[in-house]
């Protein structure tokens, strides 16, 4: 297993497009979440998945915004009517279930730019 | 809500000098666990070191260490020895034990090591 996967690493898109990212966590790791990172900022939670289930969701998740795990394994992140203040870095990240003492694994992103 | 405040958005110093980033946080919970985590430019977030709460001891791994004060929620990295490795973006993260799995971030503290 080569740690969290993110795809794709650059998207570049016109305003009120659509995208869709992917990330694909570490097997064993049954929990999934996304943040959003602005540049020279601290990443922001977005939404949390305990295998199939989407246990939390942020206020910034608006409703452009869907995310879906299915199965429990890889998950995908969709804005739909893309605006530029989506631009920014995407980040996915993958824990084991139980307490949660050692962080989370971070994916490196999916970096979207809206024109 | 719990906040994490990194004061310092930039700092430089010389390889092999010591480094001290700040970090203070504001929550009610008293049992807790704090992380730092590094961002090397373009590259993924990885852990550097991470704190129990409930641990008096402060944690240590190889050159970085903690200084914990629990009553002044406070949180300071320091690296010893720098080197231009460490050159990256470092953010203090928060997350409970209980509820919430969410990590919240600090703004993050560029750091620089020159050579």
């Known amino acids: 297993d080569t740690g969290v996967s993110q795809d ?3 998207k570049i898109t016109k305003r009120g497009q659509n995208v869709t990212f992917r990330c694909d966590p570490i097997s064993e790791h049954n929990r999934l979440y996304w943040y959003r990172q602005t540049l020279g900022q601290g990443p922001e939670f977005l939404t949390y998945f305990q295998n199939e289930a989407q246990l939390e969701k942020s206020r910034l998740l608006s409703d452009r915004f869907s995310a879906e795990r299915p199965k429990g394994s890889f998950s995908t992140l969709e804005i739909q009517r893309t605006e530029q203040g989506d631009s920014a870095m ?3 990240a993958s824990s084991p279930g139980g307490v949660v003492r050692y962080g989370y694994t971070f994916g490196s992103g999916t970096r979207l730019t809206v024109v | 809500a719990q906040t994490v405040t990194q004061s310092q958005p930039e700092m430089s110093v010389q390889e092999a000098e010591t480094v001290t980033l700040s970090c203070t946080y504001d929550t009610s919970e008293n049992n807790y666990y704090l992380f730092w985590y590094k961002q090397p430019p373009s590259r993924q977030m990885i852990l550097v070191i991470r704190q129990e709460a409930y641990k008096q001891q402060n944690a240590t ?7 914990f004060q629990k009553a002044a929620k406070s949180f300071s990295l320091k690296i010893s020895d720098s080197q231009l490795g460490d050159t990256a973006m470092y953010f203090c993260a928060f997350k409970t034990i209980q509820g919430a799995q969410k990590l919240v971030f600090g703004q993050g503290t560029r750091l620089t090591i020159n050579p």
């Open chain 1, 8 to 10: 794709p690493r650059h």
């Open chain 2, 61 to 67: 791994e190889n050159r970085f260490s903690v200084n």
């Open chain 1, 90 to 92: 995407y980040l996915c």
